[in-house]
């Protein structure tokens, strides 16, 4: 596809006169879903283009890994262009036909189009960034930013009219990589700060539950309308320990330079509660003898982690945050580091979770680690990694141990993991076979759990 600026629609408001045209043959946004809708009207049934699509599970997560694969491979900044307006019209196809499920993949359409375009932005921000002596923060070609955020806004305002549950578990990554944005004043600034307006003001009713479990906001004016609508939900967290599990609950996708104001929040609840820290720090020396744990050590925990993962980051950012995490540890006074020391906490899909719900079954528990881990690789930050995890889970389900594994996740009511799975679910018509024989060693699949 090919728009040129001459056609003064949607799409074609993101391409540039100097784009060269592609190699021929090519087509405008016009054509395609004129084409689209010849070939509908003649199929039998009146069937939409999507509902044909979904016909194979796999269709559509094909199609969108095939073109976010393409724009982290061409170096070539109107190519980008390109084909992110291939994608915008697949995804915008895709929209309309959202409240009736996309063939069950709702879920992982939802997920995998906001990371792709987060993902999007993302490199294109590392790639323009000067030399270290001379780096320049939050960079990005325009003519990418626009379209991507504009896109965002255009899956959020779908999700949050059909979906809103389910779209509220991706709202701390999308704020979290958008605010940085937000704080300039050049049209992504613009972009931002009218897709966080959407979120956290319009969508305030929709999406009370996620808003109050976001990071504050910068205390600026451009956040003025956004941090009145936060304070108004987040209020009715009082008690130091509630400042606690808020903080440890935030989504650990989110990049850790976008806990700062978090961590000041943190800090100002601590130094105010010195008293409730004092009851605090003595539940976790008892939580330490019965071999529990407590909300303190789980956070002093989680600060040494964010402390450490941002060594390595070269950007001031990443210093200013760093000396919140000392301050707060500094607060939080001297510890037991052997209460702290390896964390305690389970996220639902965890290994040691599932290693529960299967007790007594090492091969179930194997697969089990082995198909969530790859579920959480779908949403990485490098598209090879994608990819790889893509290809892996459908030869994976597909086996008879795979479709197994699927039945145990019904049984265990692990129902976000399964929609997040559907796609890469095997037709009934077709599966896979393999020789038992080759996989008999079990040593080859020794994981501690």
């Known amino acids: 596809m090919y728009e040129p600026t001459s056609e003064g629609s949607d799409i074609s408001r993101f391409t540039r006169e100097t784009d060269p045209e592609p190699d021929p043959p090519y087509f405008t946004s016009h054509a395609i879903k004129a084409t689209f809708d010849y070939l509908t009207s003649c199929h039998p049934g009146g069937k939409s283009l999507v509902s044909l699509l979904c016909s194979n599970k796999d269709s559509i997560q094909t199609i969108l890994l095939s073109l976010t694969s393409r724009i982290a491979e061409t170096h070539l900044i109107h190519e980008k262009r390109r084909i992110l307006s291939m994608y915008r019209l697949f995804v915008l196809l895709l929209l309309k036909d959202l409240p009736e499920g996309l063939g069950n993949t709702w879920v992982f359409f939802i997920r995998d189009v906001i990371y792709s375009l987060l993902r999007i932005i993302g490199d294109e921000t590392q790639v323009r960034k000067h030399s270290r002596q001379q780096q320049v923060h939050l960079v990005v070609d325009d003519d990418l930013f626009v379209p991507c955020c504009n896109l965002i806004y255009y899956v959020c305002?779908?999700?949050?009219?059909?979906?809103?549950?389910?779209?509220?578990?991706?709202?701390?990554?999308?704020?979290?990589?958008?605010?940085?944005?937000?704080?300039?004043?050049?049209?992504?600034?613009?972009?931002?700060?009218?897709?966080?307006?959407?979120?956290?003001?319009?969508?305030?009713?929709?999406?009370?539950?996620?808003?109050?479990?976001?990071?504050?906001?910068?205390?600026?004016?451009?956040?003025?309308?956004?941090?009145?609508?936060?304070?108004?939900?987040?209020?009715?967290?009082?008690?130091?320990?509630?400042?606690?599990?808020?903080?440890?609950?935030?989504?650990?996708?989110?990049?850790?330079?976008?806990?700062?104001?978090?961590?000041?929040?943190?800090?100002?609840?601590?130094?105010?509660?010195?008293?409730?820290?004092?009851?605090?720090?003595?539940?976790?020396?008892?939580?330490?003898?019965?071999?529990?744990?407590?909300?303190?050590?789980?956070?002093?925990?989680?600060?040494?982690?964010?402390?450490?993962?941002?060594?390595?980051?070269?950007?001031?950012?990443?210093?200013i945050v760093q000396c919140e995490v000392a301050n707060c540890l500094g607060d939080i006074g001297a510890v037991d580091l052997s209460t702290v020391s390896l964390g305690c906490k389970n996220k639902p899909d965890s290994f040691s979770v599932m290693s529960s719900k299967y007790a007594g079954d090492s091969r179930s528990q194997q697969n089990a680690a082995i198909v969530i881990l790859l579920n959480s690789y779908l949403v990485d930050k490098k598209v090879g990694v994608v990819t790889a995890a893509a290809a892996c889970l459908k030869k994976i389900l597909a086996t008879p141990s795979g479709s197994d594994l699927l039945k145990k996740f019904g049984e265990a009511k692990q129902e976000q993991l399964l929609w997040y799975l559907e796609p890469f679910r095997p037709s009934k018509k077709k599966r896979a076979s393999c020789n038992h024989s080759v996989f008999s060693q079990p040593e080859a699949f020794c994981f501690k759990l």
């Open 157 to 319: 305002e779908a999700a949050v009219g059909c979906c809103s549950q389910e779209f509220g578990s991706h709202l701390h990554v999308i704020t979290s990589t958008l605010t940085p944005y937000a704080l300039g004043e050049d049209e992504r600034a613009e972009q931002a700060l009218q897709l966080l307006n959407f979120l956290i003001v319009d969508s305030s009713n929709n999406l009370q539950q996620a808003i109050g479990g976001l990071d504050p906001f910068p205390d600026i004016v451009q956040f003025k309308k956004i941090n009145k609508c936060y304070k108004q939900i987040r209020k009715d967290r009082t008690s130091l320990n509630e400042e606690i599990t808020h903080f440890l609950l935030a989504d650990s996708s989110s990049s850790p330079m976008s806990r700062l104001e978090g961590l000041r929040l943190l800090r100002q609840s601590i130094i105010k509660n010195k008293d409730q820290l004092v009851d605090l720090v003595n539940l976790t020396e008892v939580a330490h003898s019965k071999s529990t744990c407590s909300p303190v050590a789980e956070l002093v925990h989680q600060l040494i982690k964010l402390g450490s993962v941002l060594t390595s980051c070269e950007e001031e950012q990443a210093k």
